[in-house]
């Protein structure tokens, strides 16, 4: 996912979706457990989604 992506969507549209991704990432760290990982790289990209998810939210709350 973009940052221009996160930048267009509204503060709640942002946390719903940090809310999925850090549901995937809790799914993907059960499969990295459990060995049958499809997708190995694929953890490295949902970290890095909540880190600009996070940044961009912190960035829209400061602004007002």
Do not use: H, W, Y
Request: hydrophobic share 35%; proline share 2%.
């Amino acid at each position: 996912m973009k940052s221009t992506e996160i930048r267009n969507m509204t503060k709640d549209e942002i946390e719903q979706k940090l809310l999925v991704l850090k549901e995937q990432l809790f799914n993907m760290r059960a499969e990295i457990a459990t060995g049958r990982v499809e997708r190995p790289g694929r953890f490295r990209l949902l970290k890095r989604d909540i880190a600009k998810c996070c940044t961009i939210l912190k960035e829209k709350e400061s602004e007002k």
